[in-house]
């Protein structure tokens, strides 16, 4: 019997043995670590959440404090990603120079999941206001895409990649046509997500010098996005679509209030407004009933939280299968108030697919102070 001798040829012989034995138990357990990733993406076509916010900060005080306390909130969730939906800022005596942008991409890098953001009319389309600064809207538009949309990934500490339209259709500051890399569209498991650059302020038809040629562009790409959203969602036989974007159209003649005046049948704008959003409201119309299948709504612009279903077809008959979501928004006078942000369960084998829970943070509560 040969005795173990270090150094022997037999030692050697076994230690090749051992060698390629211990190459074919990692290889297994590569192979076991790579199923088990496969099966957290196959959990993506299950349960999972994600978190929605907007209109944020609007004072010192909401950006010092209150946002950061969001965050932290947002945080403590294990989240797929967040939408920021737009209004980086208050719409006036608020100045929209280089700093509140690096601002904006600190918070959105703070957080831990994925962070997406589409823009707000206080960004840019609000800009040329005198008490922002009497900037060029379009310039500070092409900052953003800089600052927030320069690559094809997601902001946050861990990053996603998604869909850019790339098409030179919207209208840059130079005048000629340019990438509306602001538009973005992702699938996680079997839902499709798109954001829009669709604006309060009439959607830059009205306010300080409405750009009639600006908007005609992107209201264009944004019909072309949608309608390749929806293509793609029935390519992919999704169970839902999220579309994301900034502005309150107003779907109806209830709440004058906070959102624009409109015929619910004919989708026309009422109160006398510029209206730059009837000919997106009657494609997404379109799109809806064709799909059949969940389609959730999510927007900012008149901090108004609800989730509701106001849109209806042109007999006049709700559209059952499409839900408005509206985010929380600023209170400034109220300091933290209503800086919170909205919870979305996503579950592809239930019926409606998405549920919403408000998400109060309770370091932000004002009016009654957490127990």
Not at 70 to 99: P, Q, R, T, Y
Not at 104 to 130: E, I, Q
């Amino acid at each position: 019997m040969l005795e173990y001798q270090p150094g022997s040829a037999a030692t050697a012989r076994r230690a090749r043995r051992f060698g390629a034995w211990a190459l074919v138990l990692a290889t297994l357990a590569c192979a076991v670590v790579t199923g088990a990733a496969a099966g957290d993406d196959d959990e993506d076509e299950g349960s999972y959440a994600i978190g929605l916010w907007g209109d944020l900060p609007y004072s010192d005080l909401q950006a010092t404090v209150g946002i950061p306390n969001l965050i932290a909130d947002m945080n403590a969730h294990e989240l797929k990603f967040s939408v920021h939906d737009g209004d980086l800022k208050a719409g006036s005596n608020s100045l929209c120079d280089d700093a509140l942008y690096e601002r904006s991409l600190a918070f959105f890098n703070t957080l831990r999941a994925p962070a997406m953001f589409t823009p707000g009319d206080n960004d840019w389309t609000d800009c040329d206001r005198p008490s922002n600064g009497g900037f060029n809207s379009l310039e500070r538009l092409d900052h953003e895409r800089q600052v927030f949309f320069a690559t094809p990934f997601s902001m946050g500490q861990r990053r996603l990649r998604q869909q850019v339209q790339t098409s030179a259709l919207c209208l840059g500051s130079g005048g000629g046509l340019v990438p509306c890399v602001e538009n973005r569209r992702w699938i996680v498991g079997r839902v499709v997500y798109a954001t829009f650059n669709v604006q309060g302020s009439c959607n830059n038809l009205c306010d300080t010098l409405p750009d009639p040629a600006e908007f005609a562009a992107r209201n264009a790409a944004n019909i072309a996005w949608l309608r390749e959203t929806f293509s793609q969602a029935k390519a992919h036989k999704a169970a839902a679509v999220m579309l994301i974007s900034q502005a309150d159209p107003g779907w109806d003649l209830s709440d004058g209030t906070r959102a624009p005046l409109r015929d619910p049948k004919t989708l026309a704008e009422t109160d006398g407004q510029p209206d730059g959003f009837q000919d997106f409201l009657l494609a997404l119309r379109d799109e809806v009933i064709a799909f059949r299948r969940p389609v959730a709504y999510v927007h900012g612009d008149s901090h108004y939280y609800r989730v509701d279903k106001p849109f209806l077809d042109a007999q006049g008959r709700r559209l059952e299968n499409f839900t408005r979501v509206e985010t929380f928004g600023d209170n400034a006078p109220n300091g933290t108030n209503d800086v919170n942000w909205l919870k979305v369960k996503v579950d592809a084998r239930s019926r409606d697919v998405f549920s919403y829970q408000a998400m109060i943070v309770p370091s932000n509560r004002v009016a009654v102070p957490a127990p």
